[in-house]
């Protein structure tokens, strides 16, 4: 990957947009994007062991959510982990990558080698993801924050 590719990286702005990024080999990662997880390693952060890929979430519906909803399915796969901007810095963003599994993290999540980034993913789109999994109204769900 050249340097400069999250420059000319273009936008999602909804969620129907999204959606439509739906595949075997596609994921969203919070971070600055991929020019910085290129220039440098993932690491658990809990022992700081370098990972061999970077962690990520797939946005491939598994074939038990049957005919459920399309966009419930993707909106969980930002909800979950969108208090990593917060966490991380205001630079942390979502964004959806073409990837190749190499392994599995500390918490069982996918670790991706990115073969080719798609595009970032627009707060519009990501408030539509946050109201769709709030108007399922569970006590039982939530995003998966550790600091809570």
Request: charged letters at 30%.
């Amino acid at each position: 990957m050249s340097p400069g590719v999250t420059d000319a990286l273009p936008t999602i702005t909804d969620l129907a947009e999204l959606v439509g990024f739906l595949g075997d080999d596609v994921y969203v990662r919070w971070s600055k994007g991929p020019d910085a997880d290129a220039a440098s390693a993932s690491r658990d952060s809990l022992t700081g062991v370098e990972l061999p890929g970077l962690s990520a979430s797939p946005l491939r519906i598994e074939p038990w959510w049957g005919e459920r909803s399309r966009e419930l399915w993707v909106a969980r796969r930002l909800f979950d982990y969108r208090h990593l901007r917060d966490l991380r810095g205001p630079d942390v963003r979502a964004w959806v990558l073409r990837g190749a599994l190499v392994g599995r993290g500390p918490d069982n999540e996918p670790l991706v080698r990115c073969l080719e980034p798609l595009a970032w993913v627009a707060d519009t789109a990501l408030q539509e993801c946050i109201d769709l999994v709030e108007a399922q109204q569970s006590d039982e769900w939530g995003p998966l924050d550790r600091s809570s």
